[in-house]
T-cell receptor, first 113, second 114 residues
């Protein structure tokens, strides 16, 4: 059972380039989340999804877009990367709205030059 | 807005000893969850322990236990019989019962000395 997986593990971008981070979960969870983690700070919620075809903004959504076309996948897009988006990105999922535990992926380290 | 504060950026403990990590939070709500997550060098976020705010009894998971003081909005983690594998960043987190926005503290780096 793979749980939550993220692709890629590491990526270097130039300012202005675009890319998509993929999160996949095999637990049939309804809710999925994207966080970013910066040095000296805890995780901050970027966007989340409460089910296939739905998305919503979190605490720090600017500069990112997301899509949930399939229940098992949650994509995070950067249309025009900026150095301020250099961070480690984590995906997580829970079974439902009152799901007590969020299961996290291994993280994607993104460096924007 | 809910905030979570971890006042100890770094802590150190001798192997086999006990250490307590502090966490305070600010909220006007009454129904919420509190969590402690462990992040080893591999970066994987691992759930250590969870507490429901409506439960007065403190949660325990083997060597890990919490001291939940709802009125004081305090949620500390006690690690007993510390092991080398406990060395990691520890994050305290808060989430409302019916809300998806989980708020994390800045973390405490725990070092375990052999």
């Amino acid at each position: 059972n793979a749980g939550v997986t993220q692709t890629p593990k590491f990526r270097v971008l130039k300012t202005g380039q675009s890319m998509t981070l993929l999160c996949a979960q095999d637990m049939n969870h309804e809710y999925m989340y994207w966080y970013r983690q910066d040095p000296g700070m805890g995780l901050r919620l970027i966007h989340y999804s409460v089910g296939e075809g739905t998305t919503a903004k979190g605490e720090v959504p600017d500069g990112y877009n997301v899509s949930r076309l399939k229940k098992q996948n949650f994509l995070l897009g950067l249309e025009s990367a900026a150095p301020s988006q250099t961070s480690v990105y984590f995906c997580a999922s829970t079974a439902d709205r009152v799901g007590k535990t969020q299961y996290f992926g291994p993280g994607t380290r993104l460096l924007v030059l | 807005a809910q905030t979570v504060t971890q006042s100890q950026p770094e802590m150190s403990v001798q192997e086999a000893e006990t250490v307590t990590l502090s966490c305070t939070y600010d909220t006007s709500e009454s129904d919420y969850y509190l969590f402690w997550y462990k992040q080893p060098p591999s970066r994987q976020m691992i759930l250590v322990i969870r507490q429901e705010a409506y439960k007065q009894q403190n949660a325990t998971e083997n060597r890990f236990s919490v001291n939940f003081q709802k009125a004081a909005k305090s949620f500390s983690l006690k690690i007993s019989d510390s092991q080398l594998g406990d060395a990691a960043m520890y994050f305290c987190a808060y989430r409302l019962y019916n809300n998806n926005d989980m708020r994390f503290g800045a973390g405490t780096r725990l070092t375990v000395k052999p």
